[in-house]
């Protein structure tokens, strides 16, 4: 499987984190069946952009790209997003991309001019197919530049040409760097071979990225499929308009990890079916830590149950249907609803050996739908704790005992005024079975 990385010349937003999150619960389904899945994600990490922004800052690309590397693979990693296999990097396979360049010309499918290769749209039939477009709207819609060098107008760049004070490289037609579209075919030929099983992006790559390196691959390969399957990501809405930098509404990735738990967001990339749009709110984000919050609390009221992760049939056969993640948090929910309930159920008292077995199953399928989903992989208490020093805890939970001692003392007016307290540190009391519990707002 490939996943088109991102273009490491800055932040990257929230949106192209979506991507990574689905696939990352894909890539853990797949293992689940074909164990030995490999598995890509490239970075791109030679571009205009990070040309210009190297430029602007007067240094070498390496400085924005080894930066912006580290940062991404940080972010990732909070967001709970298993390392892939494989992470090429564009500018370690200039060789692969020099020798796929010069078969298409070989084959006729590419020809230089002025400096530039370009891939010959007319001499591939089929493009356009991927996407489903007529070409003059695939053209319309690429805002292609129409240079005099070009057979055609589609036609598309494989090498440019680059002035002594841009990032090159020595090739059979100059000094110059690689087109985008060529990076991905020659990366995902250079690991995973002429035909992959699947490549996976967003739906905004589909034209002209993707289109473009199903031509030029198949070319290249001499017809042979290049992926067997492709699968789109949907992008994220913000007020009901797509979040793009053009439109001033990006929420920078890095920031928000910050500002909210990473489990969170997680969760709230989720929510919606990967091929759907998804409504990128404030609040969705906090019904999304008030769902962890109940979850978790479901954990801690299991503490004293011995369990180990177990799938639950009903959370993998939603995975299964389509990656339907929906589903299967909403088997999520259930399953912690039905533990709550039978948790209450044997609250005064031992509970039998028959009670204490379903809490523990119970307890196995939250634990294993919450791995394959990439969920509840901390403790309780480090997700109750996030963001506070132990010693703060420790007050709140003594202020806590202190009134539930005031409550059986009958002395009201003090039980009254520590509640009041907690409330004006926003500290909120939950009443359970197990006894008053306390969480931050």
């Given at each position: 499987m490939y996943l088109c990385g991102p273009t490491v010349y800055n932040y990257v937003h929230i949106g192209n984190a979506r991507g990574p999150v689905v696939f990352d619960v894909l890539a853990k389904l797949l293992r689940r069946h074909y164990p030995k899945l490999i598995y890509a994600r490239n970075i791109t990490d030679?571009?205009?952009?990070?040309?210009?922004a190297a430029a602007e800052q007067n240094v070498p690309i390496s400085t924005i790209t080894d930066k912006f590397t580290a940062i991404y693979r940080e972010d990732m990693l909070k967001l709970g997003v298993t390392p892939q296999d494989i992470e090429p990097h564009a500018t370690d396979h200039i060789p692969h991309i020099i020798a796929m360049i010069e078969k298409l010309i070989a084959s006729e499918h590419a020809y230089a001019a002025e400096g530039h290769v370009l891939f010959s749209v007319a001499s591939y039939a089929d493009y356009g197919k991927l996407s489903r477009r007529p070409m003059d709207e695939m053209i319309a819609g690429a805002r292609v530049d129409v240079a005099p060098y070009k057979r055609d107008a589609g036609d598309f760049v494989l090498w440019k040409p680059s002035t002594p004070d841009l990032p090159g490289w020595d090739s059979p037609w100059g000094r110059g760097r690689p087109g985008w579209h060529i990076e991905c075919s020659a990366m995902a030929e250079a690991h995973l071979g002429e035909t992959i099983d699947i490549h996976a992006g967003g739906n905004d790559l589909l034209f002209p990225h993707h289109e473009n390196e199903v031509a030029q691959s198949t070319c290249a390969h001499g017809g042979k499929v290049f992926a067997r399957f492709w699968i789109h990501n949907g992008m994220l809405d913000f007020g009901g308009t797509k979040m793009s930098k053009s439109l001033g509404n990006v929420s920078v990735l890095h920031g928000l990890l910050e500002a909210h738990p990473p489990e969170a967001l997680r969760y709230a990339l989720l929510t919606a079916h990967y091929r759907q749009p998804l409504d990128w709110t404030d609040g969705l984000i906090e019904q999304s830590i008030k769902t962890l919050d109940r979850l978790y609390g479901t954990l801690r009221d299991l503490s004293d149950i011995q369990a180990e992760p177990v799938i639950p049939e009903s959370v993998e056969t939603a995975l299964c249907d389509d990656l339907n993640t929906p589903i299967a948090l909403s088997e999520l929910a259930r399953i912690a609803?039905?533990?709550?309930?039978?948790r209450n159920q044997v609250a005064?008292?031992?509970?039998?050996?028959?009670?204490?077995?379903?809490?523990?199953?119970?307890?196995?399928?939250l634990l294993g739908a919450?791995?394959?989903?990439?969920?509840?992989?901390?403790?309780?208490a480090e997700w109750f704790a996030r963001g506070n020093d132990d010693s703060d805890d420790a007050r709140i939970q003594a202020l806590v005992d202190e009134r539930n001692a005031a409550k059986k003392a009958k002395d009201f007016a003090?039980?009254?005024?520590?509640?009041?307290?907690?409330?004006?540190?926003?500290?909120?009391l939950e009443d359970t079975a197990q006894g008053v519990r306390w969480r931050r707002a």
């Open positions: 030679v571009d205009d952009k990070i040309n210009a609803g039905e533990a709550r309930s039978l005064h008292n031992t509970g039998n050996d028959s009670e204490i077995a379903d809490l523990s199953r119970l307890k196995s399928e919450g791995s394959l989903l990439g969920l509840l992989q901390q403790t309780p003090r039980s009254d005024a520590i509640r009041d307290q907690l409330a004006a540190e926003g500290i909120l």
